[in-house]
Structures are given as C-alpha cells and as structure tokens.
C-alpha cells in the first residue's frame, strides 16, 4: 500500500472519529431538560457571585493594544505604496484617505 494510501485513510479516520465525538457531546447537551439548564444556570450564577467581583485589570501599555498595531500596519501599506514608481506617490495616498 502506498503511503498516501495510508495517510488518506488515516485522515478519514480522524474526521470520523471527530464526527462522533461531536455527536456524543451533541446528544449530553440535548438530554437536559429547560428546567435542569435553568437550575445549572442558577447555580453558576450563585456561585460567581459568592466568589465576589472580578479582580481589576490594569490598561496595557501605551502602543500595544490593537488600535496602535492597526495604525502601524496602516503606516507601512502608505509608506510601500509611496515606494511603488509610476502607480502612486506618498502626496496622493495621503491625499485620497482624506
């Protein structure tokens, strides 16, 4: 048999046996009844709120959260695009987002 023979069947495998594992924790969540979720839900919620409020997070530091990687991604597409001759200058990218 030749390797990818081998390595086809076992890749069908796996789908498969990911198949019945989804189909099992498919058919535990169905089996609850509303009532039984409700009183689960009820039950998470007594006990978060007996564990107190959440700690408090500190903001991260300037220039590392998304928006700052957004504007440095975006500063670097002008700045190649400015370096492409005869297409673009740097003046008319700037130009054109206003």
């Known amino acids: 048999m ?3 023979k081998i390595l086809g069947l076992a890749g069908f495998a796996g789908v498969a046996a990911t198949g019945v594992v989804i189909a099992r924790a498919e058919r535990r969540r169905r089996a609850y009844t509303p009532e039984e979720i409700r009183s689960r839900l009820r039950d998470r919620l007594a006990e978060a709120s007996a564990a107190g409020p959440p700690p408090v997070t500190t903001t991260p530091a300037a220039g590392t959260g998304l928006a700052a990687r957004a504007r440095r991604v975006r500063s670097l597409a002008r ?4 370096q492409v001759k005869g297409r673009f200058h740097r003046k008319d990218v700037l130009l054109r987002r206003r």
């Open 2 to 4: 030749r390797w990818w």
């Open 79 to 82: 700045d190649r695009l400015g």
